[in-house]
């Protein structure tokens, strides 16, 4: 059983609202990444981190904002949040040792 | 750049017979290729990983497979359970990438 965690799992929010989407994983693990999935349709990386004070933007084009400040924590900020934001956010972690990738439940964003 | 390539449409078989998934993937080949279960709602779980110069691994009643001639992978469900419904995702990272891509994801539907 993976031991990340999001939080909120679901949030309904008005628009232009700013939201923090929170993660934290116990595994220690040094990689985590964000991926945006709408209902039926692929995965997307929208930000990754390989470490403490390391993010990146990922394919996905994302108005969103990361930090990681420590390796247990990555959250995910919308300054304003729109009705295009509205998706499942999942964020995960990647075995140091390996290549598991471990997911959190998501976080189901509406923004109406 | 990398593409990974899934049946979109839904595959329904009857309890007990064996669900055969497949991967397919352009331009070179991965080191390695992973598949996971998605259940609606929810994050992704690892199933399991091929590497490259694997040409099959087993676990339990699934089976995945690695042909680098055909740029492919087939996951197998062998005995399969309505309990297997879900979607599965097969997923790369090649080289030195620390990130995974994904493909969409084939619906399985599994009816007693």
């Known amino acids: 059983e993976a031991d990340i965690y999001q939080t909120p799992r679901y949030l309904v929010i008005g628009t232009g609202k700013k939201i923090t989407l929170e993660c934290s994983q116990t595994m220690g693990h040094d990689k985590m990444y964000w991926y945006q999935q709408d209902p039926g349709m692929e995965l997307h990386l929208i930000h990754y981190s390989y470490g403490v004070n390391s993010t990146e933007k990922g394919d996905l084009s994302s108005e969103s904002t990361v930090s990681r400040i420590r390796t247990e924590h990555f959250p995910l900020t919308l300054e304003s949040a729109r009705p295009s934001h509205t998706s499942q956010y999942l964020c995960?972690?990647?075995?140091?040792?390996?290549?598991?990738?471990?997911f959190g439940e998501g976080s189901w964003l509406t923004v109406v | 750049s990398q593409k990974i390539e899934q049946n979109s449409e839904a595959l329904n078989i009857q309890e007990g017979k064996t669900a055969t998934l497949t991967c397919n993937y352009t331009n070179y080949s991965p080191a390695y290729l992973q598949w996971y279960r998605q259940d609606p709602g929810r994050g992704p779980v690892f199933l399991l990983l091929?590497?490259?110069?694997?040409k099959e691994k087993r676990k339990e009643r699934l089976k995945v497979t690695f042909d680098t001639t055909l740029k492919q992978s087939l996951f197998h469900i062998t005995a399969s359970q309505p309990a297997d419904s879900a979607t599965y995702l097969c997923a790369h990272a090649s080289g030195g990438s620390y990130i995974p891509t994904f493909g969409r994801g084939t619906s399985l539907i599994v009816h007693p």
């Open positions: 995960a972690s990647r075995d140091n040792s390996g290549n598991t990738i471990y």
């Open positions: 091929i590497r490259e110069n694997e």
